[in-house]
């Protein structure tokens, strides 16, 4: 199994940046696939953004696509999403993930980190 905790979200103005952590650990070989998710009040969780650890891929969803970046550390343990120029819209909770490149699907989840953004 893999643990994973975020930090890094809180309450900032519109066009400010923010960067949320995420720290795994357990059996992290286990899972190549590292993602972001969110979800707002009222609606379901969503993707924003995933890397890949055994391929490098990097994928982002269309809305945070230039605006944010999702990368690793060296021991690739830890996986960033540096979010700028955010919008009201972008307010949700923040997700980090963990699952497998080849099928697509996470299976371990953090507790998730709080994003505001006020105009």
């Known amino acids: 199994q893999v643990q994973l905790v975020e930090s890094g979200g809180g309450l900032v103005q519109a066009g400010d940046s923010l960067r949320l952590s995420c720290v795994a650990s357990g059996r992290t070989e286990s899972r190549d696939d590292m993602g972001w998710f969110r979800q707002s009040p009222g609606k379901e969780r969503t993707f924003v953004a995933r890397i890949s650890r055994s391929d490098g891929s990097i994928q982002y969803e269309k809305s945070v696509k230039g605006r944010f970046t999702i990368s690793t550390d060296s021991a690739q343990n830890t996986v960033y999403l540096q979010m700028n120029s955010l919008k009201p819209e972008d307010t949700a909770v923040y997700y980090c993930?963990?699952?497998?490149?080849?099928?697509?699907?996470?299976?371990?989840w953090g507790q998730g980190t709080q994003v505001t953004v006020f105009s």
């Open positions: 993930a963990a699952g497998d490149t080849a099928s697509g699907r996470y299976d371990c």
